[in-house]
C-alpha cells in the first residue's frame, strides 16, 4: 500500500519538486509560500541539491536562469509582489527558451495588499506578465494532491517544450493540509536531452549560445514565430481540464484552483436541490481549454464564472464558450479577507440559474 | 646552421579569428585578449562558461570560442551563481560594464561576493554608459560632461563616483580584488598578470575574485582614441587608485 501522508500544499509542491529531480532551489522568503524554502533548505542538501536564499526575487529568479541553462532541474518560488519583481528575468527565460518552474503562491494586491488568498494574478501569470509578449505553461492545482502531481507536470512540461512554467496557487491552497499520496515519479521515456545547455566545450567543437537579443535582419521575428508556434502546439497537445456533471447541465460553472474546490461543493448542493448545474475547471490557464469548454456549453444556455477577482479569467471564458451561450460573473476583488463559502456560491448558482 | 623561426604572438585559442565590433579607440578588443589570453594560460577553455551582460559586452559569443550565457541587466552575478553552482567544476566568469555592474546590479555583485561564490568578475570602468550613448555612470568622475550631466557630474546633486573595488575588497566573501587599466603597455600587462590571477583562483578553487579595469571609450567622450587613452591616466587613475585591495591566498 501506497503511503498516505497529511501535508500542507506548500510541503506538497517542494516534495513533489524533488521527486521530479530538482535539485537546484533559489529564493526570497514571502508569507504565504516561505514553507517551500523552508523545505527545501532542510531537504535538499540530503540529496546532494542545492539551495539558495537569494538576496532579493530578482536574483532568484536569475539563478534559476543560469541553472537551467546549464541543463539542471532547478526552480523558485514566491507570492504575488515578490513574483512582479521576477518579470524581468521570466521574460528573458522565455525569450532564451529556457525550461524552469516558478511558483505563485498568490496573495491579495495590488502593491503590497493582504496576505489573504486572491486571484487576482490571472492576467499576469497567463497574458504574459514581463514584456515582449510571451506565454507561460501555467497550472493550477485544486487539492494538495495536485499541488504535487502538477509540480511534476510541470517539470516535465517544462523541459519537453523548452518554457518556463507556472504554478499558480493561491494562500489557502497553500497553506492547508489534507491527504496526500506521494506518487513515485517516473520519467516520460520520450523526455528530450538538453543539447543547447551550456557546460563548457568539453568534447564538441559547437559552441552553445543561451540568448534572447536577436539583431540581425528579420532574426527577432523568426525567432518570436517560433515562439508562437510552440504555443499553438502547446493549445493543441498540453491542454487539461476537469467537467463534473455537464452532460445535462442548464448552467455551467466555470473556476479554477481554490475557487474550484468551493464551487464543485456548491454545485454539488445545487443538484441535490434539483437544478441540472455542472462544474467546468481549467487545470491549465495556459494554454486555456478552449475547445473542451467551447464543446461543452454548446447545448447549454448559461454559464457562471466564478473567481476571487473582480473578473479576470471571465475574458478568456467568453472567448471559448459556444455562441449561443451567456457568460455571467460572480468574483470578488483582492482583500475580501475570506473565500466564499459554498452556501454563498450556491445562492449566486441559483440565482442566475434562474434569471 | 639551419635559423628555426620561432612563433612569438598568436590569437589565443579562446578567441575567435573575427574583428570586433567595437568603436575605433575602444579597449574592449584589448581586454577580451587579456581574458582569453588567461583562459589560454591555464588551459580551460573548453571548461570556461561565460555570463555576458548588457551593454558593449553583450556579444560576448561573437568573440569567446566558449559556452556563453546571457544575462539581464545588471543579473550576470545572480545568473553566473546558478550556472557555477550546477557546474562546480567549470570555470564561470562574468564579464560587466560599469552602468551594468555599479548601478543596476549593485545588489547582485555585493551578494555574490559576499557568498564567496566561485566565479570570476571582469568589470569594465569607462565612467560612462557606452552603448546606450553615454549616458552619466555610477563611476562618472566629478564635473564630467555626459548626456545626462550636461553641465558636468555634479556631486551634490548626483552623488560620488563608486569605486566597486575597494568596496567589494571589505567583504568577507571576497579573495581577490584589484584595479588595473589599460592605457599604456605597461599597465596591459599588469592587467593580463591580474587577470590570470582572478582565474587562477577559480582554478584552484578558491572563490570569488573581481578585476576592475579602467577603460577608454573615446565615441561616448567626444574625444580621438589618444586623448581618450590619455584621459584614463590623467583623469581615471587618480581618482581610481590603481592597486590591488585583496589577495587573501598567498600561496599561488
Known amino acids: 500500500m501506497q503511503k498516505r501522508l497529511f501535508v500542507k500544499g506548500n510541503e506538497a509542491v517542494a516534495m513533489g519538486a524533488v521527486e521530479a529531480g530538482c535539485r537546484y532551489y533559489f529564493g526570497y522568503p514571502i508569507t504565504p509560500q516561505s514553507d517551500i524554502p523552508e523545505y527545501m533548505s532542510r531537504e535538499l542538501p540530503k540529496v546532494g541539491g542545492t539551495f539558495i536564499q537569494a538576496e532579493s526575487e530578482i536574483a532568484s ?14 526552480m523558485t518560488s514566491s507570492s504575488s509582489p515578490g513574483i512582479s519583481l521576477k518579470q524581468e528575468g521570466i521574460s528573458y527565460m522565455a525569450g532564451s527558451e529556457l525550461p524552469g518552474l516558478i511558483v505563485n503562491i498568490s496573495r491579495s494586491g495590488p502593491g503590497l495588499g493582504g496576505i489573504d488568498a486572491s486571484q487576482a494574478d490571472y492576467f499576469q501569470a497567463v497574458k504574459g506578465g514581463g514584456h515582449g509578449g510571451y506565454r507561460l505553461i501555467v497550472l493550477a492545482p485544486y487539492s494538495v494532491q495536485e499541488m504535487y502531481d502538477l509540480t511534476i507536470l510541470a517539470f516535465d512540461l517544462s523541459d519537453r517544450y523548452r518554457i518556463p512554467a507556472m504554478l499558480l496557487g493561491d494562500s489557502v491552497i497553500g497553506q492547508m493540509k489534507e491527504a496526500l499520496i506521494p506518487h513515485p515519479y517516473h520519467p ?51 491542454v487539461r481540464s476537469e467537467a463534473v456533471d ?73 472567448l471559448s464558450v459556444a455562441r449561443d451561450a451567456e457568460v455571467r460573473f460572480y468574483g470578488r476583488p483582492p482583500g475580501a479577507g475570506s473565500l466564499p463559502t459554498p452556501e454563498e456560491l450556491c445562492a449566486q448558482i441559483r440565482k442566475h440559474y434562474e434569471a | 646552421m639551419t635559423t628555426a623561426l620561432q612563433k612569438v604572438f598568436d590569437r589565443p585559442v579562446s578567441l575567435k579569428d573575427v574583428q570586433t565590433h567595437f568603436c575605433p579607440g575602444c579597449q ?31 556579444f560576448l559569443y561573437g568573440y569567446f570560442d566558449v559556452d556563453v550565457v546571457e544575462a539581464p541587466h545588471g543579473r550576470a552575478p545572480a545568473v553566473a551563481t546558478g550556472v557555477k553552482r550546477v557546474h562546480p567544476d567549470k570555470i564561470v566568469f562574468t564579464y560587466q560594464g560599469d552602468g551594468d555592474l555599479a548601478a543596476i546590479g549593485t545588489s547582485e555583485i555585493i551578494h555574490a561576493a559576499n557568498r564567496g561564490e566561485g566565479m570570476t568578475v571582469i568589470f569594465v570602468n569607462n565612467t560612462t554608459y557606452g552603448m ?83 577603460s577608454a571609450c573615446p565615441t561616448n567622450w567626444g574625444m580621438n582614441p ?18 590591488t585591495f585583496k589577495d587573501v591566498e598567498k600561496t599561488f
Open chain 1, 61 to 74: 529568479i536569475n539563478m534559476l536562469l543560469g541553472a537551467s541553462a546549464s541543463g539542471a532541474r532547478a
Open chain 1, 188 to 238: 516520460p521515456a520520450d523526455l528530450p536531452a538538453k543539447p543547447w545547455a551550456v557546460t563548457g566545450k568539453l568534447g564538441r567543437s559547437d559552441q552553445r549560445i543561451v540568448k534572447s537579443l536577436y539583431l540581425g535582419d528579420g532574426e527577432l521575428e523568426a525567432h518570436n514565430w517560433r515562439l508562437h508556434e510552440k504555443y499553438r502546439l502547446l493549445g493543441e497537445q498540453e
Open chain 1, 246 to 318: 455537464v452532460e445535462d447541465a442548464a448552467l455551467i460553472v466555470t473556476a479554477f484552483g481554490s475557487t474550484a474546490r468551493i464551487a464543485r461543493t456548491a454545485v454539488r448542493m445545487a443538484r441535490e436541490a434539483g437544478l441540472r448545474v455542472g462544474l467546468f475547471r481549467p487545470i491549465t490557464l495556459y494554454p486555456f481549454p478552449e475547445a473542451a469548454l467551447r464543446q461543452m456549453t454548446e447545448g447549454c444556455k448559461k454559464v457562471l464564472c466564478i473567481e476571487l477577482n473582480a473578473g479576470q479569467m471571465v475574458e478568456d471564458v467568453r
Open chain 2, 28 to 58: 574592449h578588443g584589448t581586454i577580451h585578449r587579456l581574458v582569453a589570453e588567461a583562459l589560454d594560460h591555464f588551459a580551460v577553455q573548453e571548461r570556461t562558461i561565460g555570463v555576458a551582460s548588457v551593454g558593449c559586452s553583450v
Open chain 2, 132 to 214: 546606450t550613448g553615454g549616458q552619466m555612470a555610477p563611476t562618472t568622475l566629478p564635473q564630467q560632461k555626459t548626456s545626462t550631466s550636461p553641465s558636468g557630474r555634479n556631486v551634490q546633486t548626483d552623488g560620488y563616483p563608486i569605486r566597486m573595488a575597494e568596496l567589494l575588497a571589505v567583504l568577507d566573501g571576497t579573495a581577490y580584488s584589484t584595479r588595473v587599466a589599460v592605457n599604456s603597455p605597461k599597465n596591459v600587462l599588469q592587467a593580463g598578470k591580474a587577470i590570470r590571477r582572478a582565474f587562477q583562483y577559480q582554478v584552484e578553487s578558491q572563490g570569488f575574485a573581481f578585476v576592475e579595469v579602467l
Open chain 2, 226 to 243: 589618444l586623448k581618450a587613452n590619455e584621459r584614463v591616466g590623467s583623469e581615471m587613475i587618480p581618482y581610481f587608485q590603481l592597486g
